[in-house]
């Protein structure tokens, strides 16, 4: 079991900053990918990006493409999602997840076993 817990969510203005975190606790191995969706009220959720606990591999959704940057603290059991030049269509609830059996960069919510219970992001132009 894993046990995922977002943070970091605000209401800030358009151009601004925002960094999440997700802690992870329970049975955390290095093999998982940690990824990132966000859902927009009556939208369906959507992948963000996803980082590899091991190789740091990284892979993003095309709409956060130089905007945003995951990563990993491996001390910490934690992932961030460092979010600049937010748009308002950035605005959602923010979901970490974790991939613990495969060994790919996903996109597919599917892939995910363990989920984390959301944080919101609001972005007012």
């Known amino acids: 079991q894993v046990q995922l817990v977002e943070s970091g969510g605000g209401l800030v203005q358009a151009g601004a900053s925002l960094t999440l975190a997700c802690t992870a606790s329970g049975q955390v191995l290095s093999s998982y990918g940690m990824g990132w969706f966000r859902q927009a009220p009556g939208k369906e959720r959507e992948f963000v990006a996803v980082v590899r606990w091991r190789s740091n591999a990284k892979y993003y959704a095309d709409s956060v493409k130089g905007r945003f940057t995951i990563f990993r603290d491996a001390a910490k059991n934690t992932v961030y999602l460092q979010m600049s030049r937010l748009l308002p269509e950035d605005t959602a609830v923010y979901y970490c997840?974790?991939?613990?059996?495969?060994?790919?960069?996903?996109?597919?919510?599917?892939?995910?076993?363990?989920w984390g219970q959301g944080t919101q992001v609001t972005v007012s132009s």
């Open positions: 997840a974790a991939d613990t059996a495969s060994d790919g960069l996903y996109a597919r919510s599917g892939e995910y076993e363990y």
